[in-house]
């Protein structure tokens, strides 16, 4: 895999381990509707590990999404930053976080948050551009 982001930051982080939680979480995925279960996990600023899957519902608008377990996540261990997130298919295969996922994963990491994609890491600033956020607010 080519990893596009030169960052030493990036080459210290543990990728794989990070992988491997995330599809761990996606064997715990709640999917009988869609019978598509994804799996996320991230490496947190203090060094901690969260991780989530999707739950869906039979009212199937209200299926969340596993990033959505993986905020949830966050804030009940802890919270802190979100520095490198990995989501999975069923297959282990990277998988793009939906548009309205990457919302929330931006409000967690800004735009320096780093996204495993096929292509290598990828920043949220390129995955989310111009993105919606806290600093608007103030
Ligand atoms: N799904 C996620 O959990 N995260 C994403 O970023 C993309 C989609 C879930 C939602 C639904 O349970 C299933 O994948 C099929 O869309």
Not at 25 to 35: E, F, G, L, Q, V
Not at 86 to 103: F, H, K, S, T
């Amino acid at each position: 895999m080519t990893n596009t982001n030169n960052d030493s930051h990036t080459d210290s982080i543990a990728w794989s381990h990070i992988h491997d939680l995330a599809k761990e979480a996606m064997t715990k995925a709640y999917a009988p509707y869609s019978n598509f279960p994804v799996g996320v996990a991230a490496l947190v600023s203090d060094g901690r590990y969260v991780s989530g899957c999707n739950v869906e519902n039979a009212s199937y608008g209200l299926g969340l999404c596993a990033e959505c377990g993986l905020v949830s996540n966050l804030a009940h261990s802890g919270g802190g930053r979100l520095i490198a997130v990995v989501c999975v298919d069923a297959a282990g295969n990277y998988l793009a976080p939906c548009g309205r996922c990457r919302q929330l994963l931006f409000e967690h990491g800004g735009p320096e948050l780093l996204l495993m994609t096929p292509d290598g890491p990828q920043t949220m600033a390129s995955m989310l551009p111009w993105a919606f956020g806290p600093d608007n607010l103030k």
